[in-house]
């Protein structure tokens, strides 16, 4: 039965063979919310008519479009792999771990050329319960925000810049992955420093020690600048395929009570630690839980202010930047599920 209302909502998105040319949307996801919009850009005139001072609507045109907004959604335990490709522009594939049930996906940082997704929002309108497609195609990750807050649900945002939106194609069929659940911050665990190795393409820390003050919230953040606005002639007034055009960055930020060892002192020092963020939920089969792990080898602490607000406890708040260490990715995104495939 519909509602007319946001509950019958429905997000799906497709990868595309040829960037910017629009597939069938075929990954469905829960979602919170979604501000994906066409930004057309008006042509106004300028000329000067004796008898009229208003701009005359016969030369308002339409020269350029694109799209741009935001999806923010509960990170599942299943179904995720296709985001964290294209945020990272990673070449991952999923791989069955010994003879279970369980499959292991390495996302680390890749090549955004020739990556783009279909991303089709239903969108219900109230008066007639119809739920409207909207259909964006050449979509690539600009950005993204992974956050893991005490008493919540961890959410991944993915902002989108994307080519093209086109309201005429169909509803796709939303098919919601069997047996999905979500991560919970009660299932979190950070850990900084220990010895970071690389073999067979995957990333692994050994040693490294459990971070003991109280983290109350946990945010990694990776940007990609791309050069957004490639239009040109016989385009038709679409872009071109966005090109990464300045140095990408991976940062993040940590809310805790203040401890001067274990954060304060390695930011005064200008230490370069490891940072581990675990997530784990149920055993898939033979002790594979499933997971989400973000590895960043080689983590700078560029903030951390402990200041006296009251009689309550002493908080700080601690920002911190990814580089590379040349020998090992900048960041490491693994993914333990069920799903066969991306």
Not at 179 to 206: D, I, P
Request: proline letters at 5%; one cysteine or more; glycine letters at 10%.
């Amino acid at each position: 039965m519909t509602t007319g209302s946001g509950l019958d909502a429905q997000l799906m998105v497709g990868e595309e063979v040829t960037w910017g040319t629009a597939v069938t949307p075929n990954k469905t996801f829960e979602f919170n919310d979604e501000s994906l919009k066409l930004d057309p850009t008006f042509l106004e005139p300028t000329g000067l008519r004796v008898g009229t001072k208003y701009k005359r609507a016969s030369r308002v045109s339409i020269s350029r479009q694109s799209v741009s907004g935001d999806v923010t959604l509960e990170h599942a335990t299943k179904g995720m792999g296709v985001l964290w490709k294209h945020c990272l522009a990673s070449s991952a594939s999923a791989t069955q771990i010994d003879t279970t049930t369980a499959y292991e996906q390495i996302h680390v940082p890749g090549d955004f050329r020739g990556k783009g997704l279909t991303v089709q929002v239903g969108r219900p309108e109230p008066s007639t319960g119809t739920v409207r497609p909207f259909t964006y195609a050449g979509c690539k990750v600009g950005s993204w925000e992974l956050s893991v807050s005490d008493n919540a649900i961890p959410t991944l945002k993915v902002t989108f810049d994307g080519r093209s939106e086109a309201t005429a194609t169909a509803l796709a069929a939303a098919s919601y992955p069997s047996g999905s659940k979500v991560f919970s911050f009660a299932n979190a665990t950070l850990t900084l420093g220990g010895t970071v190795a690389t073999a067979t393409g995957k990333t692994s820390v050994s040693g490294g020690v459990a971070v003991a003050t109280v983290v109350t919230e946990v945010s990694v953040s990776g940007a990609a600048p791309m050069a957004t606005d490639r239009f040109g002639i016989g385009n038709a007034g679409l872009k071109s395929e966005q090109l990464e055009n300045d140095t990408p960055t991976v940062t993040g930020s940590l809310t805790a009570e203040f401890n001067k060892t274990e954060l304060y002192d390695h930011f005064t020092a200008n230490d370069t630690l490891p940072l581990v963020l675990t997530l784990t939920g149920d055993d898939i089969e033979g002790g594979n839980l499933e997971t989400l792990e973000v590895i960043l080898p080689a983590v700078k602490l560029k903030a951390a202010a402990p200041n006296v607000g009251g009689p309550d406890i002493v908080s700080m708040s601690t920002d911190f930047e990814a580089y590379s260490d040349e020998t090992n990715p900048v960041i490491q995104v693994r993914i333990v599920s069920s799903d066969t495939t991306l």
